[in-house]
């Protein structure tokens, strides 16, 4: 794992044959080829680095590259310097072939041979799945059966990098595991949750464990309750297809929003390396307490958008968003109760909260400490004292608030809430990045601490799977809609105010 400020003092990655399936799709477009301009601006790939691209449709190598150089030119997050375009573009080879036939990885072979037989790449291997999650497994099983994802000791390495979503149910998640397990090792599987991308997901390891500060509060001792957040304006827009089959849920919790969880709440690594962390994040999603349907009816909220107006934006109705189904019954919006089971979190309620088309673009994970025990100020109740609070903003604010109460000048005892602020730009320059930089860096160098392990993707569906079977079984009942542009269902506002508790408001939070 690096930081953008000292990434400029890593070395470049193994010299490696990148190849992308999925490669004239919009992820490549968007995301890969802006991140591996970044990278190679940043001198992170070695002279030996070379990128074959693999898609369906028939392309020569230099219409190829004009495809990918016009998608650098729209999606770039940087100024694009024209001798480092051109140095990667020179990179680039095409193959087209259907991932499903087996004659495609035969030319891939014979273009991975022509490249290592110059001793360019080390025959050092990347397999990039950037496609429809269908054709993860087939890529898998082919690259096995041709022998092109085979390792052998002291040899060149072999990695695959499986995007999401992995598994749509525990089941299917199971099996996509024991497909891909059964042609690779463990740790050649790199799978990718964007999460682990952001400079600020990442700092919540350095938060709690480079600081002596905050580990002896981390507790139900100290802690009341946790929030996570990730509310988001974006409507459905042209992904109905993908959407209505999917969720709020299925999208956004066994991955983004479990991330973040079990970074909170997992227990202390013994080391900072891939095994000991992914061991200790896989253990905190497996503490999720298992509810019972009734349970899990009662301690989440579902919810669809109606049509409203975000900012000047006018958003029709879920229902009426192409390819959704008028009578859907897809949420757009969930928020969960959970309880961990151990001795660390034991009582302590961890909220989670996620939408689309809300009122604001927020993601934050808020820990509410414990109250003063008493008011020893005269005329203050204790309801009066605002929340002792520590805030992780992780988008689009960048940083980490502390609230708590002070002194309002004067004679008398008053007192006021307060924050202390740290943001990141006060303090670091990072260029703007895709977020695919330090991950895909990692890759290369072998590094699997960003990516989930087959135990920590199993955990999350585990943790998740009550709610959808509940959610089956009680079908139209209990799905609540809320105006798009707002904080989302007032169902959610009542999740809390059950335990006494309240949301922290997603337009101006801290107000
Ligand atoms: C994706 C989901 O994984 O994450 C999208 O499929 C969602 O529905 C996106 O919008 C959110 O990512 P970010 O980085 O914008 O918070």
Redesign the pocket.
């Known amino acids: 794992m690096s930081t953008s400020e000292n990434r400029n003092r890593l070395p470049p990655a193994d010299p490696c044959a990148f190849v992308i399936f999925g490669a004239s799709g919009d992820l490549t477009r968007r995301l890969l080829i802006p991140a591996l301009y970044n990278l190679a601006e940043a001198n992170l790939l070695g002279e030996g680095f070379r990128i074959v691209g693999v898609a369906r449709g028939e392309m020569s190598d230099e219409e190829f590259r004009g495809h990918l150089e016009k998608g650098l030119a729209d999606f770039a997050t940087r100024n694009v310097d024209p001798a480092t375009a051109k140095w990667l573009l020179n990179c680039v080879s095409y193959i087209s072939g259907d991932v499903d036939d087996p004659q495609t990885y035969e030319k891939l072979k014979k273009e991975l041979e022509r490249l290592e037989a110059s001793g360019l790449t080390q025959g050092n291997r990347l397999f990039y799945c950037a496609t429809p999650p269908q054709a993860f497994a087939p890529i898998a099983l082919h690259l096995g059966a041709a022998g092109l994802s085979r390792e052998h000791d002291d040899g060149p390495w072999r990695r695959v990098i499986i995007e ?1 979503p992995f598994g749509t149910s525990l089941d299917s998640a199971k099996a996509l595991n024991r497909e891909l397990l059964s042609v690779l090792d463990e740790d050649q599987i790199f799978r990718i949750d ?2 682990l991308g952001k400079e600020t997901v990442q700092n919540i390891l350095v938060l709690r464990f480079a600081n002596g500060l905050f580990e002896p509060i981390w507790n139900r001792n100290h802690i009341d309750h946790v929030q996570i957040t ?1 509310a ?1 304006t ?1 409507d459905v827009g042209t992904r109905g297809k993908f959407y209505d089959a999917t969720g709020a849920l299925r ?2 919790v066994p ?2 929003l479990f991330q973040l969880l079990s970074l909170v709440a997992m227990e202390p690594p013994s080391r900072f390396d891939a095994n000991s962390v992914r061991s200790e994040k896989a253990e905190a999603l497996d503490s999720i307490r298992i509810p019972t349907t009734e349970e899990a009816l009662r301690d989440s909220v579902r919810a669809q958008y109606r049509a409203g107006r975000i900012g000047d934006r006018e958003v029709t109705a879920y229902r009426k968003s192409p390819d959704v189904a008028p009578g859907s019954l897809t949420e757009t919006y969930v928020a969960l109760r959970l309880e961990i089971d151990n001795w660390r979190w034991a009582g302590v309620p961890f909220y989670l909260r996620t939408g689309k088309a809300l009122t604001k673009r927020r ?1 934050e994970i808020a820990v509410k400490f414990k109250q003063a025990p008493v008011s020893m100020f005269r005329d203050l109740k204790m309801g009066e004292l605002s929340d002792n609070l520590l805030v992780i903003s992780i ?1 689009p604010d960048e940083g980490i608030t502390l609230h708590f109460n002070a002194k309002h000048p004067g004679p008398k005892i008053d007192i006021a809430p307060v924050g202390m602020k740290f943001e990141y730009k006060d303090y670091f320059e990072a260029a703007p990045s895709t ?1 695919y930089e330090t991950l895909i860096y990692d890759c290369m160098t072998g590094d699997a601490i960003l990516y989930q392990r087959a135990d920590g993707v199993e955990a999350g569906w585990r943790a998740v799977e009550p709610f959808l079977q509940a959610w089956k079984e009680a079908g139209a009942k209990g799905i609540e809609t809320y105006d798009a542009g707002s904080e989302g269902p007032y169902e959610a506002a009542t999740l809390l105010a059950r335990d006494g508790r309240r949301w922290r408001k997603i337009t101006d939070p801290d107000g």
């Open positions: 999401k964007h999460y990730v988001e974006v999208d956004m991955n983004h993601t988008q977020g």
